[in-house]
């Protein structure tokens, strides 16, 4: 399987634990994308790579969330001291042109 | 800023009706647009997209056709099925915006056999 892999699938924790999602994007494409998406709406845009350099984070990314992308492949996001509020999809996205393709997303839930 | 209008949901159909789902956009530059299907419980998965004027992007039946005078790229099928029955988004991207998609908020079809 060639497309976006994300892990987990679903996190269930408890607030003010932290929490680290993992996204494999398509082995070429140098653009990796966040978004968060809560039910009811359309995803929301939280950061953006290139390779290995974070380049926009939306004002959604408080302080408490962080992304990396060390080597410019996989990315890993991070929910430091989790909110009831943090509870949604997270999906991540990766590119090599206009067009983005899609992981199956992470669903957090906080308890 | 950018920002993408999708007709409000839900909508139900029978089988084998005609589907329109409609879709407006406002941006500052020249934008690609985009639909994208998400099944219950999963990520979004890219139906057609379109990335010029007049272009129609086509998939599974499926069209859309942009039209820059009314900002707009709406969905359509000829003849739909129960297994179309998701959440249909539409989306755009600039090119002078880190390429990030601005999505409309959804549009939750059911067919019913």
């Known amino acids: 399987d060639t497309g976006v892999s994300q892990n987990p699938r679903h996190k269930i924790t408890k607030r003010g634990q932290n929490v680290t999602f993992r996204c494999d994007p398509i082995?070429?494409?140098?653009?990796l994308y966040w978004y968060r998406q809560t039910l009811g709406q359309g995803p929301e845009f939280l950061t953006y790579?290139?390779?290995?350099?974070?380049?926009?984070k939306s004002r959604l990314l408080s302080d408490r969330f962080s992304a990396e992308r060390p080597k410019g492949s996989f990315s890993t996001l991070e929910i430091q001291r989790t909110e009831q509020g943090d509870s949604a999809m997270y999906l991540c996205?990766?590119?090599?042109?206009?067009?983005?393709?899609f992981g199956p997303g992470t669903r957090l839930l906080v308890l | 800023g950018d920002s993408v209008t999708q007709m409000e949901g839900p909508v139900t159909l029978s089988e084998e009706a005609f589907l329109t789902i409609n879709c407006t956009y406002t941006?500052?530059?020249?934008?690609?647009l985009f639909w994208y299907v998400q099944y219950p419980g999963e990520g979004l998965q890219l139906l057609l997209k379109a990335t010029k004027a007049d272009d129609k992007g086509s998939n599974k039946g499926f069209e859309a056709t942009y039209r820059k005078e009314t900002t707009s790229f709406h969905l359509e099928k000829g003849s739909v099925q129960v297994s179309d029955s998701a959440v249909y988004f539409c989306?755009?991207?600039?090119?002078?915006?880190?390429?990030?998609?601005?999505f409309g908020d959804g549009t939750t079809l059911t067919v019913k056999p």
């Open positions: 941006a500052t530059g020249y934008p690609s």
């Open positions: 790579f290139q390779n290995e350099a974070q380049l926009e």
């Open positions: 989306a755009l991207v600039e090119r002078d915006n880190a390429g990030k998609s601005t």
């Open positions: 082995s070429e494409h140098n653009r």
């Open positions: 996205a990766s590119s090599a042109t206009m067009t983005q393709y």
